[in-house]
């Protein structure tokens, strides 16, 4: 099973802008599709964003799209969330995730279950 390492997390202005690293290791990256979520605080975990094994594909919630990207560096064992333009509703802790399904699954990639492996979260907070 893959362990995955979020980072780059902190604190950002309204409008600003955070860049997070998803580090994998145990297998190769290139095994999973992979989703961001993340959680607020007394709010369910929701989906944020997903890429297929090779990055061909991508997937956002409404919310973010057109200011967060996700991008990913198999060859690194890498997963990044480029999020520009931040609100004070991205405030959340952010996690990765690894699904080792041989397809990717779209839109149906925003399903937590889907998700086997999580890392342990980074906190991301914006201010207005």
């Known amino acids: 099973q893959v362990q995955l390492v979020e980072s780059g997390g902190g604190l950002a202005q309204a409008g600003g802008s955070l860049r997070l690293s998803c580090a994998a290791s145990g297998r190769a990256l290139s095994s999973y599709a992979m989703g961001w979520f993340r959680q607020a605080p007394g709010k369910e975990r929701e989906f944020v964003a997903s890429?297929?094994?090779?990055?061909?594909?991508?997937y956002y919630t409404d919310s973010v799209k057109g200011r967060f990207t996700i991008s990913r560096d198999n060859g690194k064992n890498m997963v990044y969330l480029q999020m520009n333009s931040l609100q004070p509703e991205d405030t959340a802790v952010y996690y990765c995730?690894?699904?080792?399904?041989?397809?990717?699954?779209?839109?149906?990639?925003?399903?937590?279950?889907?998700?086997?492996?999580w890392g342990q979260g980074t906190q991301v907070t914006v201010s207005s």
């Open positions: 890429i297929s094994r090779s990055g061909s594909s991508t």
């Open positions: 995730a690894a699904d080792s399904s041989p397809y990717y699954r779209g839109s149906f990639s925003s399903v937590t279950d889907y998700y086997n492996s």
